[in-house]
């Protein structure tokens, strides 16, 4: 439940036009989770250094099951 609210907050703030970068840094800010808040500022870092969104998650793969990533490839691949 908890990844689904994250990634639909994501897809919301997307949807509002602010940027991915500024879409990752709101999420960690407002979680009160420390280590949901320290996978997102990563992926927040390693997204600002030019990696992709799931290229940034692969690191975090207790976080993310495998369903995830290969909807945040296709997501990249299809450009969405």
């Given amino acids: 439940k908890v990844k689904c609210d994250l990634f639909q907050q994501k897809a919301e703030l997307l949807g509002a036009g ?4 500024a879409v990752i840094e709101i999420i960690a800010e407002q979680n009160h989770n420390p280590l949901v808040c320290d996978i997102f500022f990563d992926v927040h870092d390693a997204i600002e250094q030019g ?5 940034a998650f692969k690191k ?3 976080f993310c099951d495998p369903m995830i990533l290969v909807m945040l490839a296709a997501g990249h691949e299809s450009g969405n």
Wanted: glycine share 0%.
């Fill in 60 to 62: 975090h793969k207790d």
């Fill in 18 to 21: 602010i940027t991915l970068p």
């Fill in 51 to 55: 990696v992709f969104l799931n290229d």
